[in-house]
């Protein structure tokens, strides 16, 4: 196991300084210009859209090319993994409330959390800037309940809530360009975006070939649009899958 996948084990989440190159960040963010009017919604968490990756080309290069996912096998010290879907979350400037303490794997229609959120960030984003924040450790504790996003609350839910009070969260702050990966489960908020300056990210998640579709446990665009069956494996020209990290 690397450094980087004993960290991701420990903690639940690991800082991966400049993932992305100076290219890569100065192509997306002239795809993401060039898009926002058609693909993201605007709302009180700032721009937001999913599948990126198809109508975004460089976001698109950068997942079908492999180094995502060599990064992703590594750090989840698996030999294959697939790409599931992507969120884009853009707070502008003086914009993008806060999103809440949340788990990935709430919102998963997947029958395991044996997944990865892989967070790219394509501007610097300090604490101000509402950079990512995470409960250490909050990976091993289960799944609680959801938060609600959407005005007039979220799912039905018998688990137990996040009890963060008492807990201490650390902000990760980022570099253009860097990425952090984490647990599906692990505990993590952003706050709003009080700067002058744009923050633009790509949030991506990954599974491995075992995972399936269990569409009645979270709503998603996916389970919406493509209707999957129970079971099914995820796979398909929407979910490219890499073998030994190649594609
Ligand atoms: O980009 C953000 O502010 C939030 C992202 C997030 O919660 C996630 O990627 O899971």
Not at 122 to 134: K, P, Q, S
Not at 150 to 172: F, N, T, W
Request: aromatic content about 8%; charged content about 20%.
């Amino acid at each position: 196991m690397t450094d980087r996948a004993a960290a991701l084990a420990r903690d639940g989440f690991v800082h991966l300084p400049g993932l992305l190159d100076a290219s890569d960040v100065e192509a997306a963010r002239a795809d993401l210009d060039a898009l926002q009017a058609s693909v993201a919604i605007t709302n009180h968490y700032g721009r937001l859209g999913h599948n990126i990756w198809q109508s975004a080309p460089s976001l698109g290069a950068l997942v079908r090319g492999g180094r995502l996912a060599r990064v992703v096998a590594e750090v989840l010290a698996e030999p294959s993994v697939v790409f599931f879907q992507d969120g884009l979350v853009w707070k502008p400037p003086g914009q993008g409330e806060r999103i809440q303490w949340h788990q990935d794997h709430s919102y998963l229609p997947l029958d395991a959390p044996r997944a990865l959120t892989l967070w790219l960030c394509f501007d610097d984003a300090d604490e101000a800037a509402g950079c990512l924040w995470y409960i250490p450790g909050t990976h091993r504790l289960g799944d609680r309940r959801p938060a609600e996003f959407a005005a007039g609350g979220g799912p039905a839910s018998d688990l137990p809530p996040m009890d963060v009070e008492g807990r201490v969260a650390v902000p990760v702050p980022v570099r253009a360009g860097d990425a952090i990966a984490h647990d599906v489960r692990v505990w993590h908020m952003s706050e709003a975006n009080s700067t002058a300056a744009h923050r633009r990210a790509l949030s991506t998640t990954w599974v491995t070939p075992a995972a399936t579709w269990q569409p009645a446990r979270a709503a998603s665009p996916f389970t919406w649009r493509l209707r999957p069956r129970p079971g099914a494996p995820l796979a398909g020209p929407l979910f490219p899958r890499f073998d030994q990290g190649e594609p």
